[in-house]
């Protein structure tokens, strides 16, 4: 065991402003809003709120049509913001201008988009202000149509929907269920939560992403070991931190396969429309192992946050067990160490694992860290109070393989992984150049994720 107390490296409690940790809100950013004649329109005062709520300037402009469905008043107090309609306002002739509003906008967001507004903006239509506004606008486009599922399957809607793709808006697909019809089918405008999902996505995408083009491993969660068809040995793990740091991860434009066990959470909207997360679910440490020897050949980097179990019953029963003696012995054997596994074949990829120890903390995550081959170990110590499993906030130190340490103080989760993602970001910087992952030429493609 090396004694060595790391040398401590200075703590990194200030907020760098990275990409992915500035896009955690929608702080300044500039939205003008759509909304067209839709029942779907009624959900606009949510969305409304919601982008609100994340720090965004919003301005409404309404089609004459969706006024039957919400009043301009709701949304012009929610956005704090008068919402045109028309051309110019009846009441004092004053000139709405679509011109000034596409070029305020960072982003102009159609929801709900009916058929026929759809079909308008494919055909460059512009008979009236948010068509106008549309046709000026020199932002991106979000459209999030809301109609029947006949009218949204119809080929002349899907051919004006793959016009707008094609000249760069982006499309929010509509999602399946109950319609106002009565009918039930796809075409019900996502939902306003995921719509602010994909705008932060979007803004996301469009900040600097210094992980973009790497691929990353991710582990996750605690493993599951079958004693039979209803019992099993498992442990405490959530997969709350190994969850922020894929989340981190793709948020700052890294492509992650995602390796998990058993948890009780599930991906962010933010990070499943990104569409950068890829969820594998390995249940066993077996699977795991098998899961992630197919992996990482494949990646830049990974980082083992699973709480595997170093031991699993010799025997997996077919049927339910029965009491019988009083006394009785469970036979288990080794589980294969991923983490050593792939820290002893990581070539010139980066490789970080987790340490979750009780007592002697820092020897035990520095043998670790040793044996494992490790680039850097997260420690976090059960005496710490609010780390560890099942919290939304840790407490970790970074160990790292050149002998420095940093320790931080309690936060958020997702702000740990933000720190996390930090060192592995320095980490990769300093192997880029040096060589492919291999030790040889560049990363093994041919894999998309
Ligand atoms: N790990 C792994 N495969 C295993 C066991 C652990 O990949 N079979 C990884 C974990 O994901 C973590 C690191 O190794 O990143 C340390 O896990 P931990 O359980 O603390 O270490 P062990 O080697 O199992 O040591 P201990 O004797 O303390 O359980």
Redesign the pocket.
């Known amino acids: 065991m090396r004694r060595t107390p790391f040398r401590k490296r200075k703590s990194f409690n200030r907020r760098r402003p990275s990409a992915a940790r500035a896009v955690m809100t929608l702080e300044g950013k500039r939205i003008v809003l759509g909304v067209t004649g839709s029942i779907a329109a009624y959900k606009a005062a949510i969305l409304v709120r919601a982008l609100v709520k994340e720090g965004a300037a919003v301005r409404v402009v309404m089609t004459p049509l969706a006024k039957q469905f919400i009043a301009p008043l709701t949304l012009a107090t929610l956005s704090r913001h008068p919402v045109p309609v028309e051309f110019f306002n009846p009441e004092n002739g004053e000139w709405n201008s679509h011109v000034s509003l596409g070029e305020w906008a960072d982003l102009l967001l159609i929801a709900p988009a009916t058929a026929n507004t759809i079909a308008k903006m494919a055909a460059g239509v512009a008979d009236n202000l948010l068509l106008t506004t549309y046709l000026s606008a020199k932002c991106p486009v979000m459209v999030a149509p809301a109609m029947d599922l006949d009218m949204y399957r119809h080929p002349a809607t899907q051919r004006n929907l793959d016009a707008l793709r094609a000249v760069g808006n982006r499309i929010v697909e509509p999602g399946d269920g109950e319609l106002a019809s009565g009918l039930v089918g796809k075409g019900r405008m996502e939902e306003p939560e995921a719509i602010a999902a994909h705008v932060r996505a979007f803004f996301a995408e469009a900040a600097p992403q210094p992980l973009a083009g790497k691929r990353l491993l991710v ?1 996750a969660g605690g ?1 599951v070991e079958r004693l039979d068809p209803v019992r099993y040995i498992t442990n405490d793990s959530t997969g709350k931190m190994g969850f922020a740091i894929a989340e981190e991860l793709a948020a700052r434009g890294a492509e992650v396969a995602l390796i998990r066990g058993k948890v009780s959470v599930s991906l962010s909207a933010e990070a499943k429309a990104s569409g950068r997360v890829r969820e594998t679910v390995a249940l066993s ?1 077996e699977e ?2 098998r899961a ?1 020897l197919a992996e990482f050949p494949h990646c830049d980097g990974g ?8 031991y699993a019953p010799v025997e997996t029963a077919p049927r339910k067990l029965k009491k019988q003696e009083e006394r009785w012995s469970l036979e288990l054997r ?9 820290g002893a074949a990581k070539g010139n990829r980066v490789l ?6 009780t007592d002697r903390e820092l020897e ?2 520095a043998g ?1 860290l040793r ?2 081959g ?1 680039d850097f ?2 420690l976090n110590s059960l005496r710490d109070a609010g780390a560890g499993f099942g919290f939304d906030t840790n407490k970790i130190s970074v160990l790292r393989a050149d002998g420095t340490r940093t320790d931080y103080p309690l936060k958020p989760k997702r702000e740990a992984a933000a720190d996390i993602a930090d060192v592995l970001e320095a980490c990769l910087a300093q192997r880029q150049g040096a060589a492919g992952p291999d030790g040889a030429a560049a990363p093994e493609d041919g894999k998309k994720h």
């Open positions: 582990t493993t440490a795991m192992h992630c980082v083992m946050c699973a709480a595997v179990a170093d080794r589980t294969p160490d991923i983490a050593a596994e792939l970080a694992g987790f340490a979750l120890e035990n995550a670790k044996r494992k490790l170990i997260v």
